[in-house]
Each structure stands twice: as structure tokens, then as C-alpha cells.
């Protein structure tokens, strides 16, 4: 017995049931132990995962899982379907899988959420971020949206508007003010996506935001900025803060 639980150890028990290996082995001992925050993403999708297939445990199998997708937002922006590809994922665990991702980005929701106020360009790039990023910084397509604000520079609502193909999408800027007036909105974020990763503004996205905002001063509402979600942050881009607006 002593000798398979050491050779358990050593190899990590690659074919073995996790059962099977040595308790300071298994990924939910461990976070019980010692905190989430020592698990390697393998372990954490082990817990979540629970199970492997004949001959691959639940570690064996994430580690499968990440590889195949290079991470955490290859996974998020797979389908089901393509999750379900890999030998051992069926629909049950990949439904647990896209769980545990939306549960994440709801955290960042609420995270966004806690902001007082956007009153300034840093504030609604920080608000984008958190809110709107992991849901549109990897999606496939553009999608124009809006955060709606109170005369205090607080969220009211936040709007998806439209979604469009891959290098467009539809704008009304008569459907947008319409959106701020049945709010009573004093101003506006104008929030959009480039699935290119591109963060830098295009010919049509300027047009779009002039006429917003001219289309808002007819009706004393303040379009406050228009921020394009890149890839990552650094590639966010704040036309207020480029001096666009």
C-alpha cells in the first residue's frame, strides 16, 4: 500500500481515480486545506468536473480541457458542442464548465456595479472593464451597447442595443437617445466591441459617436464617452480620453 500511494505521488496518478491518490494529492483536500488560491487551474477544474472518463481522472482531463482551448478564455468563448469534442466531456460537465465561467464574470459585474459613479473617463473604462469586458473582449461578433446615468453620474440600466457580424454592426442613434429619454438619463457610456482586438476607432465608429452625441444635445443629455472593448484592457480605447468627443 505504502508503495502505491508513493508512486501515486510521483507520477500525480495520471490513470488513477483521484480517489485513489494520497490525500494531500487530491485537488478538493488541497483547497480545503490550503485555499483556492494554491490550486492549479487543472485542480480547480478537477473539483468542478468531479469525474474523468475510463482511464483519465477528473486533473488528467482538465488538463486536456485547457490545452485544447489554450485557457481559460478559449474555453469561455467555446461553444458547448466544441467543449463536448474532448473524449470525456459530455453535455452535463460542459454545462458545470460554462456555470463556473458565468458565475466569474458575474463577479466582475458586481464588482462593476459597486462604483459609486462615472463621472470621468478613468471611471467608465474601469466600469466597462468589469462589466461589459469578459463578456465582449472575445466575442465573435460587434455588439453596440449602453450605460444608461442618473443625474448623480450613477448606472441606471445597462442596454444591448444591437449585434451585428463580424466587421459591423447596426446603429440607430434615434433608437439610442430613445433609449436615454424612457430612462430618464442625464448622460451616457456608449460601450462596443472590435472581435479583431483592435481597439482603435474606425471612420464609421466616429460618425456613429458625433451623431449620438448630437443627436443627445437636442435633448440635454451628455454623451459622456464611447468606449471600444479590445482584447485585453490595455487596448480598450476612450474616445473622451483621445480627445474625440
Known sequence: MVRRQESVKKSGGANLPIREWIEEERP????????????SLAKLFAIILRTGRRGVNAEELSRRLLNA?????????????????????GLAKAAQIKAALEI??????ERAQSLECIENPRRALDYVAAFYGPY??????????????????????????????????????????????????????????????????????????????????????????????????ESYCSFAKKGLL
Open 136 to 233: 465582449l473582449r472575445d466575442a465573435q461578433s460587434e455588439c453596440l451597447c449602453v450605460i444608461l446615468l442618473n443625474r448623480r453620474h450613477r448606472p441606471i440600466r445597462a442596454v444591448e442595443l444591437s449585434r451585428g457580424t463580424i466587421g459591423a454592426v447596426a446603429a440607430d442613434p434615434k433608437q439610442i437617445v430613445r433609449e436615454a429619454v424612457q430612462a430618464a438619463a442625464s448622460s451616457m457610456v456608449l460601450v462596443h466591441n472590435h472581435p479583431s482586438g483592435d481597439g482603435e476607432p474606425s471612420e464609421d465608429d466616429i460618425s456613429l459617436t458625433y451623431a449620438v452625441r448630437d443627436a443627445c444635445d437636442l435633448f440635454g443629455i451628455r454623451l459622456l464617452d464611447h468606449v471600444i472593448v479590445g482584447k485585453d484592457p
Open 69 to 89: 482551448f489554450s485557457g481559460l478564455r478559449g474555453i469561455d468563448s467555446a461553444s458547448i458542442s466544441e467543449i463536448c469534442r474532448i473524449d470525456g466531456i
Open 28 to 39: 478538493r483536500e488541497t483547497l480545503l486545506a490550503l485555499g483556492t488560491e494554491c490550486l
Open 104 to 109: 466569474g464574470k458575474r463577479l466582475f459585474r
